[in-house]
Nanobody, 127 residues
């Protein structure tokens, strides 16, 4: 079993940066593909970024390409989301997810089937 705990959210001004972390417990973190998703008030949960458990393959939503970077440290059982040039429309609760079989490129289409989810961390971008 894998448990995921997000951290690093908070209030930031437009143009600022934040780094989110997702710490996983359980022995099988290393064979899970990991993803970040976000949900704004009144909207559906959207794919943000994902990374493969080996090889470093990544995928990004068009809205965050060039601004966000996903990375992972399997030794620390942690996946990160570096968010730069933040905009008010990035305001949302950010969730991480883990799945053994869904590739990073498919996570956006298979959101409802992913195996494990964290509780989320709130990111507010406002002046």
């Amino acid at each position: 079993q894998v448990q995921l705990v997000e951290s690093g959210g908070g209030l930031v001004q437009p143009g600022g940066s934040l780094r989110l972390s997702c710490a996983a417990s359980g022995r099988t973190f290393g064979n899970k593909n990991m993803g970040w998703f976000r949900q704004a008030p009144g909207k559906e949960r959207d794919f943000v970024a994902a990374i493969a458990w080996i090889g470093g393959s990544t995928a990004y939503a068009d809205s965050v390409k060039g601004r966000f970077t996903i990375s992972r440290d399997n030794a620390k059982n942690t996946v990160y989301l570096q968010m730069n040039s933040l905009k008010p429309e990035d305001t949302a609760i950010y969730y991480c997810a883990a799945d053994r079989f869904t590739t990073p490129q498919a996570m956006g289409a298979r959101t409802q089937y992913l195996e494990h989810w964290g509780q989320g961390t709130l990111v507010t971008v406002s002046s």
